[in-house]
């Protein structure tokens, strides 16, 4: 498996929480890099080194309760910025309350909620679904991902497309 | 296919600058008979296969950049030959039989080149009887005064008549790129109102559900759709529909391999069975209908389609002796609906309308491209196709086949053909070793190169044996293209061979040595079979 250029970032204060989610995430990692950060403040110094670099991020797991500004700011200042517009955003957390959760749907066009504690198949489901999303609408070449995501969305979308044709 | 995700990669960054090189090349090397325009086609063609090798571009931009080569480096208009008029004078006679002309109209093997007719000259042998610096004194029964004769014979213009550029940018209005508009615009409009998925559905219900016919099923629906779809999107769309399949076997079941490797096999073979079932099969029909042998519509059918039933059904008893079913039945479950609104039945209506205009193109002689402006025109008419559905066409497919057209024609306009296969004794292979020959060499290249440009490569050559008249009498030049057509589609041996191979080897079900055994045996068996039915069939039905 060829690692590609689109990102995974967790943004997680509590260190053995952050080691879990990486863990859970371990099947995606090898195409997906995964990327940590433990506040909102190093999530958009690792956001802007990644978008230097010719990166691009194509999911955001985000807890709520960080040091500084909290997940909900930051997804929405994210989904302002047209860099990081496209990128996935997932709020992962037990602690938000109903407003922020709110705010965060309506705001910040949050892609998925889940609620603490989590399972791995879950959190795995939500992430190949988010990313299946993210590659179709924004990568030309689509095959390479398709036996790590969702096969049958990727060929119907090749299918729709056309963005392979014959030769 | 790219694999890297960005950049060149190093195979990439060295066919950029091999290609480069091969432009240029041909003013390197001695390279003795070859002509000035000769010598520039060489050089687009070098450029052209080292990028369709190596892809540094897309393989879609080399072909436009082919184009446009053409039309600086080699059209009427373009400045290599825009104000070039061929040096010419009459000689001048002393006595009967002797003649003073120019130093430079005499060839250094003692000829002169005597106009016939704007753009060819006839090499006529002279005595020389005298040189005195400007002039040469020589002696002929063939030189007259009333015809010019070629004063500089290393001009560029020697044996060459540069075609208007429009020639070469008008390839993508050759009639074969029409039909191949009309062919896309009716699998567009299938895809939107879901036709595809739907006749599948329904084509699908009557293989029951054991396996074994399951699978033949689906390799003949695949087949039939790709020979009037992509064979790319026919892959996608079944692709879809195995899946589900797949998931209900076990983990290590390896019927799943056969299964997944059924659809690019049927879909590769599918595409021979029309005219627009595949871009190579456009080359060579460009090719052949330039040069007198056009084919209609019917005839391609009834020279593909008994070739591609006897290819399935012996794909489908190898897949099933490689990978024997585990289970009894299968549950083939699939959902949806007819569209029936209006739009989506006139599009059945234009589809069915076309499609029997098509085949039956011998009973009514309206050729199958005139035909092909019927869903053109219908399906934006009826808004079933809207203006973003129209963006959404393969342009660079038929990009593709307008480079590979325009590339043969310069080939064959600058002599380069002809140049080509000049170091070889064709004539002593003998014709049925020389298709042989085609087919496996066909088939080898476009397992590593694209199917179209495989035959953009070589439909040349066919052409040039063809007017050369190397090969003797028994050359038969329309069967030969076809052989080059069908080898190209046969080949499917690797992931990169065609782009439903890597559709289905991207599934990450099937393993690559699993793909190279069936294709290879595929390609081998294939290759056999066409060249029986070169031999026995083809030359019943063609003429």
């Known amino acids: 498996m060829e690692r590609s250029d689109i990102y995974i970032l967790c943004i997680e204060d509590e260190q053995e929480v952050l080691d879990a989610v990486v863990r859970d995430l371990e099947k995606l990692e090898e195409q997906f890099p995964v990327e940590t950060a ?41 989904h302002k910025d047209e860099r990081t517009f496209a990128s996935r955003k997932v709020l992962l957390t037990g602690q938000a309350g109903l407003d922020d959760t709110v705010k965060a749907l309506n705001e910040a066009r949050l892609h998925h909620y889940i609620p603490k504690p989590w399972t791995r198949e879950d959190l795995l489901e939500v992430s190949v679904s988010l990313l299946t999303d993210f590659v179709i609408d924004e990568e030309d070449n689509i095959l390479p991902y398709m036996s790590t995501l969702d096969a049958e969305r990727i060929s119907e979308s090749i299918r729709t497309r056309r963005s392979i044709s014959d030769e | 296919m790219k694999s890297g995700y960005s950049g060149l990669t190093p195979v990439q960054l060295t066919g950029l600058f091999l290609g480069i090189f091969g432009l240029i090349l041909p003013f390197l090397l001695p390279l003795g008979s070859l002509s000035f325009a000769g010598q520039i086609g060489l050089g687009i063609f070098l450029m052209a296969a080292v ?85 040469v004194i020589v002696r002929s029964e063939e030189l007259s005064s009333d015809r010019a004769i070629v004063t500089d014979t290393g001009h560029r213009l020697v044996n060459y008549r540069p075609n208007s550029y429009t020639d070469y940018i008008g390839t993508l209005a050759n009639p074969i790129i029409i039909l191949f508009l009309g062919g896309f615009m009716l699998a567009e409009a299938s895809v939107k109102y ?25 390799m003949l629906v695949t087949a039939a759709l790709s020979a009037f779809m992509s064979n790319t999107a026919t892959a996608a769309m079944m692709v879809t529909v195995i899946l589900p399949i797949i998931a209900q076997l076990e983990p290590g079941d390896r019927f799943k391999f056969g299964l997944a490797l059924s659809i690019p096999v049927a879909a590769n073979i599918g595409g021979i069975a029309t005219p627009i079932g595949t871009p190579p099969n456009a080359i060579v029909i460009a090719a052949l209908t ?29 897949l099933l002796a490689f990978f024997p079913p585990s289970v009894d039945k299968f549950n083939l479950d699939m959902k949806g609906k007819i569209n029936l609104s209006p739009k989506a039945i006139g599009l059945y209506v234009i589809f069915g309308a076309t499609v029997l205009l098509w085949v039956t193109e011998n009973q009514h002689g309206i050729p199958s491209s005139m035909v092909a402006f019927l869903p053109v025109a219908a399906l934006v008419t009826g808004r079933i196709l809207t203006k973003n559905d129209i963006r959404n066409l393969p342009w660079d497919v038929l990009w593709l086949m307008a480079g590979g057209i325009s590339l043969g024609i310069g080939m064959d306009k600058t002599g380069l053909a002809v140049w080509m296969i000049s170091g070889f004794d064709w004539g002593a292979m003998g014709y049925i070793t020389l298709i042989l020959a085609f087919g496996l060499v066909a088939v080898a290249m476009s397992n590593f190169l694209s199917n179209t440009v495989t035959a953009t ?86 003429n």
């Not at chain 1, 506040?39 to 991020?57: F, P, Q, Y």
């Not at chain 2, 084919?295 to 190898?318: C, E, G, Q, R, Y």
Request: aromatic share 8%.
């Open chain 1, 38 to 78: 433990n506040s909102a403040e190093e999530a958009r110094e690792v956001i802007e080194k990644l978008l230097d670099d010719g990166k691009k991020v194509g999911l955001i797991l985000c807890d709520h309760i960080l040091p500084g500004d909290n997940g909900v700011e930051l997804l929405i200042e994210l």
């Open chain 2, 51 to 135: 990028f369709w090798m190596f892809e540094p571009i897309p393989i879609y931009a080399t072909s436009m950049l082919v184009i446009f080569l053409q039309i600086v480096l080699l059209s009427a208009q373009g400045p290599m030959f825009m104000d070039a008029k061929l040096p010419s004078a009459e000689p001048v006679q002393l006595q009967e039989h002797t003649w003073q002309i120019p130093t430079r109209a005499l060839k250094d093997d003692n000829t002169v080149l005597v106009i016939t007719e704007p753009g060819k000259t006839e090499a006529v042998r002279v005595d020389v009887v005298e040189r005195n610096g400007q002039h």
């Open chain 2, 194 to 218: 879901n036709l595809d998925k739907n006749l599948t559905r329904y084509l699908l219900s009557p293989f029951g559900s054991s396996p074994r016919f399951i699978i033949l099923g689906l």
């Open chain 2, 290 to 318: 330039e040069y007198g042998k056009s084919i209609s519509f019917t005839d391609w059918i009834i020279v593909a389609f008994p070739l591609v039933i006897v290819m399935l059904v012996f794909a489908w008893w190898l």
């Open chain 2, 457 to 542: 490569l070589l439909m040349p050559l066919v052409i040039s044996l063809h007017t050369s008249g190397v090969m003797g009498d028994s050359f038969n030049l329309l069967i030969t293209g076809i052989v080059i057509a069908v080898a190209c589609s046969l080949a499917m041996a690797l992931p990169i061979s065609t782009p439903p191979n890597a559709i289905a080897m991207s599934t990450g079900i099937i393993r690559t040595k699993d793909m190279a055994k069936v294709g290879v045996i595929i390609g081998a068996v294939g290759v056999m079979l066409v060249l029986a039915y070169a031999v026995f069939y083809w030359p019943l039905v063609t």
